[in-house]
């Protein structure tokens, strides 16, 4: 019944069964699913991955107005699951030159992030 499912159920050890009303679950597609996804490169490297969303770039192009004399730039990039989730840990562990040299090589393509001229105006006039 669970093979046509999109993932498998993997049973709890005997010891633990009847203490917990849960299943952990391993979805295999996702390793494989590619998603785009915006970042901030600064000197320091890769300091903010995030999942591409609507309003995702009006944040990170805030976020990038106030770096002092235009050190940080916005990036997109098509990534595998595996990949994102990686170089997500490599941000949040505070290792940002690993997670821009993982993001590098890995990156499936990838290029820089202009904001729009009205965007632009606004970004001029709250910094």
């Known amino acids: ?28 597609m996702r390793i494989s699913m590619t998603n785009s996804y915006l970042c901030i490169i ?8 995030v999942v591409e969303t609507e309003h995702a770039a009006q944040f990170l192009f805030r976020r990038v107005a106030r770096y002092p004399g235009g050190a940080a730039i916005a990036c997109w990039a098509v990534l ?28 499936i393509h990838l290029g820089t992030l202009l904001p729009d001229l009205a965007d632009d105006d606004q970004m001029l006039t709250a910094s």
């Open 80 to 107: 595998d699951g595996r990949t994102a989730a990686d170089v997500m840990c490599h941000v949040s562990c505070r290792r940002f030159q690993r997670a821009l040299d993982q993001f590098n090589a890995r990156a």
């Open 1 to 28: 019944m669970t093979d046509s499912l999109p993932y498998r159920l993997i049973q709890m050890p005997q010891k633990t069964r009847g203490q917990h009303f849960t299943f952990r679950v391993n979805r295999d």
């Open 42 to 49: 600064t000197p320091r490297g890769l300091e903010k991955l």
